[in-house]
């Protein structure tokens, strides 16, 4: 697909248009990545031309570019693509409008991103039918969460299809963005030393975590209905748990990925409420200090006082009935104001069966460990001699670092960078198809409703701190601690 697009970006003057859409558009544009975008056309409610948008984008972007991007050349060109034009999701009439500016331009396809309300992008895709603007060059990229529950995703799902075909559709999930999940493929598909020890004959235990040290201050109701478990479980930790654990493709073809990963998802152990109690760990963040300062706890922040049964703290044991991973555990772990922001993948590896060494502890296993952020990196932890003069041979840990140091640094990109620019080439690769969503759905569904039928208690932990202590527990009776 070589023909140019507009990208018209639903709620293109909300938050995620304004920290994340137009820094990335105007990276991709600064390195001279945007040959296939014409025009950058953003909607809104408010009652704005375009100079005014444009004034007001460039304010934000020199606030949330990084330092040292921001070019005074580059925005020129940028600028150059951006209009503005008032949309209400349900007003005919604006979708007209939009309709006469796109018809005013030369490009023959349109990418529309909903960077709205989900609850809005059946409305959205039926006003943009109707208006006569959706063709077969079009595209519609989706932003997470996409619904509740199964039901709600479903219903979704059906109302974007009967507008836009799945190959369409890019629903997006911005860890997938990035280079080190990316990399995933390459470090287990492209290296022997990888890729024969990647199963239960040598992986004793995989660890994944998504650790924030924000609160959910200024998520208004979003937060209060939602929590932990479906925010982050249902996407971000499932899909890099289903990239970790997936088959070899045939292909690197979207088409081939997609179908391994849910291989994956359709062979994870339903949590029950037979099980629940010894697979999941609930909390809730109180009072305490991050970063040194004093912050208040969950429900004492403003539109969270009635949220009582909301956890911004989940941890699970999940299981992935298949050849491949048979007996080893899957830890899952996330939360609001934990003692630090990281995100990383731990991958364990069994201890050998019998040790020459007699003071070999436990603790000094081989271990590789993806850091997903703040940085992107890969290590390999093993062990060699102490060094010294003695007559008993001494191991210590040893880090070994696989990332390239000598990339420059400078050249890295955020996620959003290289989503957009796949979707604006139409590569699915890095976006869940529908069944995937779905799939994790079910599984989700399946957890929240064993904890009602169990009435499972939340467990308060302090802010600063990795969590409630039953987290530490759920991994001990295996034998087995996080990595910290």
Known sequence: ?????????????????????????????????????????????GEMDSASFIEEARNNLQTFLPDGTWDDAQWSA??????Y?????DNAGDYTRLAELLAAGSAPGALYYLATLPSLYGEICRQLDAAGIVDDAS???????????LESCQEINEQVAQVFAEEATFRIDHYLGKETVQNLLALRFGNQLFHPMWNNTFVSSVQITVAEEIGVAGRGSYYADTGALRDMV????????????????ATLKATDIRDEKMKVLRSLEPITSANVKARTVRGRYAAGAVGGEAVKGFLEEDAFADADDTETFVALKANINNWRWAGVPFYLRTGKRLSRRYSEIVIEYRRQSFSLFA???QELTNKL??????????????VNKKPGLTSKLKLQPVELHLTDESQNKGDSYDAYERLLLDAIHGDQTL?????????????IDSIIEAWEENSTPIKSYNAGTMGPTASTALMAVDGGSWHE
Request: net charge negative.
């Open 78 to 83: 940028f600028s150059d693509r951006l209009e």
């Open 139 to 149: 595209r519609v990229v989706l932003e997470k969460p996409l619904g509740h529950d």
């Open 359 to 361: 003071n070999d502890p």
């Open 1 to 45: 697909m070589s023909q140019k697009v507009d990208l018209v970006i639903f709620g293109g003057t909300g938050d995620l248009s304004t920290r994340k859409l137009l820094p990335a558009l105007y990276q991709l544009q600064r390195h001279n990545l945007a040959d296939r975008l014409d025009r950058i056309i953003a909607t809104g409610r």
């Open 431 to 443: 976006f869940m198809r529908r069944d995937e969503v779905e799939t994790a759905w079910r599984w």
């Open 369 to 382: 460990v993806i850091h997903l952020q703040p940085e992107e990196s890969i290590s390999l932890h093993t």
């Open 234 to 249: 249902q996407n971000h930790l499932l899909q890099v748990l289903s990239l970790v654990a997936m088959e070899p493709p």
């Open 85 to 89: 034009v008032k949309v209400d999701a």
